[in-house]
């Protein structure tokens, strides 16, 4: 079956622009990742969502990062008043719920280039 | 916090060669901990996994075993193939928060030469 797809693949963005970033988690995965992988700092984890629970946005490094995920599938990240620290590949993955063990499934990210 | 320290690479090593990526970690309670490989172009996948201490993971040729003695999760296959190229990454799984997010070490890159 389809795995986990993000969109684009590639964003090209100038210092200070929003952006956008949509993760397409596998159907019936109802647990929902978003991490930022950057030269350096290895994977982070960012915001994360569980059906209609309030996210846990622990991971989220400034108020210029957001996320929401409607209907329990489709999620989007954004950025605003983007920065150059911002660059990175941002990862989606999404889970099944049950289970604390299961296997978090990833996309194959969004390079992020901030100028 | 919990964190996971991975040996720095690039490694380089000759096809049929013994590989050993070393992994610590430091958590609180009994984490699980996890192989991630990313080869050139593609998503992150699950490589093996151990929930508890003296498990071995295994796949692929690769093994792990979870050493709570020396919070340990040493990676190693007896003989590497070009194939096996890719950024490998450490990580254990943090349920504090029943969030489930996966901690990750800052991944070691493998090349394997002919």
């Known amino acids: 079956g389809a795995g986990v797809s993000q969109s684009p693949s590639n964003k090209v963005t100038e210092k200070g622009k929003d952006v956008e970033l949509r993760c397409d988690p596998i159907?019936?995965?109802?647990?929902l990742y978003w991490y930022r992988q950057s030269l350096g700092q290895g994977l982070e984890f960012l915001i994360y969502?569980?059906?209609?629970?309030?996210?846990?946005k622990s991971g989220l490094p400034s108020d210029r990062f957001s996320a929401e995920r409607t209907g329990g599938s489709v999620s989007t990240l954004t950025i605003q008043r983007t920065q150059q620290e911002d660059s990175a590949v941002y990862l989606c993955?999404?889970?099944?719920?049950?289970?604390?063990?299961?296997?978090?499934?990833f996309g194959p990210g969004t390079r992020l280039t901030v100028l | 916090g919990d964190s996971v320290t991975q040996m720095e690479g690039p490694v380089t090593l000759s096809e049929e060669a013994f590989l050993t990526i070393n992994c610590t970690y430091t958590a609180t309670g009994y984490p699980s901990l996890f192989w991630y490989v990313q080869y050139p172009g593609e998503g992150l996948q699950l490589l093996l996994k151990a929930t508890k201490a003296d498990d071995k993971g295994s796949n692929k040729g690769f093994e792990a075993t979870y050493r709570k003695e020396t919070t340990s999760f040493h990676l190693e296959k007896g003989s590497v193939q070009v194939s096996d190229s890719a950024v490998y990454f450490c990580a254990l799984l943090y349920s504090g928060a029943g969030s489930y997010q996966l901690t990750f070490g800052k991944g070691t890159k493998l090349s394997v030469i002919p």
């Open positions: 993955a999404s889970r099944r719920l049950a289970g604390v063990y299961n296997e978090q499934f």
């Open positions: 969502f569980q059906g209609n629970s309030a996210p846990d």
């Open positions: 159907s019936g995965h109802t647990a």
